[in-house]
């Protein structure tokens, strides 16, 4: 009889705590000339808190599925990450119409049309209908809503991979790194609207960061001296040495920027 992998249960509140205070910080260092985003970790480790949110995320997504994969099959499994992924995917929808109300009224409001320009709405005045259903298929992102379509993205491609970091953490690693260097190399990316436009967090170059942290909540109970009380293992020594070097690839990051 095959021995099953050892997986972490339950729910670790330190997990919840510090995926919500990564979005906390995502949201601070987004406010200009904000003192408090002094305190945030971008400024003094090697990640900020979208990698964090990102090596976070595919760790509890192990914690959260896998067992329930082993429990009571990969099927069921798939559909409950499905339907948390069509949860995520309404609350983007509703973001999106909530923060494109408010850019265009403080714009009529204050006068100020090139708010609507610095919000990157532009396609949604002069062509509406390709806009929305850009916005659908997740190609039409304006300023700071790119957060959570990637989460979307490797949660929607993380039921094929779940039964393989299961069983072969170490070699989705590997075939993680290989996508990663792969995308750096040929500047592979996803497209975006309007044209010309790619994906500002691309998720064939951030998954490796994701891949990770689930590898991680693998390797964790089986490693010796290494675990806490709970089973799990201390991922932060980690995340911190490959989250940095690995999140954007190095020829990507002036595009995504620019």
């Known amino acids: 009889m095959a021995v099953l992998p050892v997986i972490a249960s339950g729910r670790d509140i330190r997990l919840d ?3 919500g205070l990564a979005l ?3 949201f601070i260092d987004h406010i200009p000339t904000n003192i408090v985003s002094w305190l945030t970790v971008r ?11 990102v090596f976070i995320s595919g760790y509890t997504a192990v914690i959260a599925y896998a067992r329930m994969m082993q429990r009571e099959g990969w099927v069921r499994a798939a559909a409950r990450i499905y ?8 609350a983007h929808i509703l973001l999106f119409v909530a923060f494109s109300a408010q850019v265009a009224w403080v714009s009529i409001a204050r006068d100020t049309p090139a708010l609507i320009e610095e919000m990157e709405l532009l396609g949604l005045g002069q062509n509406p209908y390709q806009a929305i259903l850009e916005a659908a298929l997740l190609k039409f992102r304006p300023v700071n809503l790119d957060v959570l379509p990637l989460y979307i993205v490797l949660l929607a491609f993380f039921p094929f991979v779940l039964p393989a970091v299961v069983r072969w953490p170490f070699a989705v690693i590997a075939v993680s790194l290989a996508v990663y260097a792969a995308t750096c ?7 975006a609207y309007p044209e010309n436009k790619v994906w500002y967090f691309n998720p ?3 998954q490796v960061v994701f891949y990770v942290g689930a590898a991680c909540a693998m ?11 709970a089973g799990r293992f201390p991922c932060w020594p980690c995340f911190t040495c490959c989250s940095r070097p690995l999140s954007p690839c190095p020829g990507t990051t002036i595009r995504w920027n620019g």
């Open 83 to 90: 339907r948390r992924v069509w949860q995520l995917y309404v």
């Open 219 to 229: 390797l964790g109970p089986s490693l010796p001296g290494s675990t806490d009380s």
């Open 24 to 26: 906390w910080f995502i």
């Open 204 to 206: 064939m170059a951030w």
């Open 17 to 19: 705590l510090f995926r």
């Open 43 to 53: 400024n003094y480790g090697f990640s900020d808190a979208t990698e964090i949110f």
């Open 185 to 191: 190399h040929y500047d592979w990316n996803l497209p």
